[in-house]
T-cell receptor, first 116, second 114 residues
């Protein structure tokens, strides 16, 4: 079974600054996907960024980038130039690289507050 | 917007009652997954439906059941409601084995059991 751990329950960052959210996971799989989802107060889970485990290059999406360390089973999210709209809960999630039963396993989440 | 819609947005039930939650998947998607999110926690996988068949189930009792229809929309049914069933229920649609394997979520149904 896979587990995802987000050990920081809350973080705060000043607008325009950079913040890093941590995530570790445990799996015996070699091929898998990792995701960061954002859940604002509106409740809708929004995909932020996705990483395929077989790719060594870290994924980037505009102001969002990841530091994927496969051997250490670590997958952190860096948000650059933080904006007020980044205030939300952020969830790290794992998915096996198989078509059947492609469920997401989530961490407990971290609440990020961006201060003006 | 993800194109995934859920209804109703809020629901209040009493213990022992039954409830049905609905989800319309994004156009072109053939798979719907349901998750339960307790307050302050990450979502927990309930089950997944692919082409109208259950395609995997999490650690939830049989009183949690589902359906997927030919248009790929889906229902989650919960019988004999318990207080601990109070949660946000999320559905996510995807294209099984499609490119990127991304699940797109609806805004959820908030269920309160009194």
């Amino acid at each position: 079974a896979q587990t995802v751990t987000q050990s920081q329950p809350e973080m705060s960052v000043q607008e325009a600054e950079t913040v890093t959210l941590s995530c570790t996971y445990d799996t015996s799989e070699n091929n898998y996907y990792l995701f960061w989802y954002k859940q604002p107060p509106s409740r809708q889970m929004i995909l932020v960024i996705r990483q395929e485990a077989y790719k060594q290059q870290n994924a980037t999406e505009n102001r969002f980038s990841v530091n994927f360390q496969k051997a250490a089973k670590s997958f952190s999210l860096k948000i650059s130039d933080s904006q007020l709209g980044d205030t939300a809960m952020y969830f790290c999630a794992f998915m096996k690289h198989t078509g059947a039963n492609s469920k997401l396993t989530f961490g407990k989440g971290i609440t990020l507050s961006v201060r003006p | 917007e993800t194109g995934v819609t859920q209804s109703p947005t809020h629901l209040i039930k009493t213990r022992g009652q039954q409830v049905t939650l609905r989800c319309s998947s994004q156009s072109g998607h053939n798979t719907v997954s349901w998750y339960q999110q307790a307050l302050g926690q990450g979502p927990q996988f309930i089950f997944q439906y692919y082409r109208e068949e259950e395609n995997g189930r999490g650690n939830f009792p049989p009183r949690f059941s589902g359906l997927q229809f030919p248009n790929y929309s889906s229902e989650l049914n919960v019988n004999a409601l318990e207080l601990d069933d109070s949660a946000l229920y999320l559905c996510a649609s995807s294209l099984l084995a499609g490119a990127k394997n991304i699940q797109y979520f609806g805004a959820g149904t908030r269920l309160s059991v009194l």
